[in-house]
């Protein structure tokens, strides 16, 4: 696609080929990805400083946004650094922070859509386990309550909706090792 748009738009004289060197640069900034670990890093480090170098605040929150897979999770990771003190042991605060976390939320959405408890921790589960969240196949509409499937757009309007909360679930938690393994009813 890149190539085509620089024919496009290319004027008529030949200039100096920077494709290899724009290829070099998109992997180096691919590369340096930001992961949850830095993140920890820093934050442990802004917190030991008795959270007075906003500068360095200011880096993790352009850290988190510059990175792809945990812009999703910027609201919990500031919920974090709230939480969090001198004294606490970052990595065992973190684990246990996304559980009690994810733990809230996800009790919150099956309440709030009011949706089949066993089933809905389920299917979570197998979603963070696979990578993905399947809206197909019957397993999404086992988790509805009942609903009137003909002569009403209600029913599909409804999916979408818990859809678009399980996705957002998700995309929050997918990748913390503290949830990976949802609890079921059973598990409680």
């Known amino acids: 696609?890149?190539?085509?748009?620089?024919?496009?738009?290319?004027?008529?004289?030949?200039?100096?080929?920077i494709n290899d060197d724009i290829v070099f640069e998109l992997e180096l900034v691919h590369q340096l990805e930001v992961n949850i670990d830095y993140i920890l890093m820093l934050v442990e480090k802004y917190k030991a400083d008795g959270a007075r170098d906003r500068a360095l605040l200011e880096g993790i929150y352009r850290a988190v946004n510059a990175s792809v897979h945990l812009r999703s999770k910027r609201e919990l990771i500031e919920s974090f650094i709230d939480h969090v003190n001198v004294s606490?042991?970052?990595?065992?605060?973190?684990?246990?922070f996304v559980a009690e976390s994810a733990e809230r939320d996800l009790a919150a959405?099956?309440?709030e859509e009011k949706l089949e408890e066993s089933?809905?921790?389920?299917?979570?589960?197998?979603?963070?386990?696979?990578?993905?969240?399947?809206?197909?196949?019957?397993?999404?509409d086992a988790l509805l309550p009942p609903i009137r499937r003909f002569g009403s757009s209600d029913r599909q309007k409804r999916k979408r909706t818990v859809i678009s909360k399980l996705m957002q679930f998700f995309d929050k938690y997918f990748g913390f090792h503290s949830f990976q393994n949802v609890q079921t009813a059973d598990d409680r």
């Open 119 to 140: 089933r809905t921790r389920e299917f979570i589960r197998r979603a963070l386990r696979d990578g993905f969240v399947k809206t197909t196949g019957t397993d999404l």
């Open 1 to 17: 696609m890149y190539l085509d748009l620089r024919d496009h738009f290319r004027p008529g004289g030949e200039r100096e080929e």
């Open 88 to 96: 606490t042991r970052f990595e065992e605060a973190w684990q246990a």
């Open 109 to 111: 959405l099956i309440a």
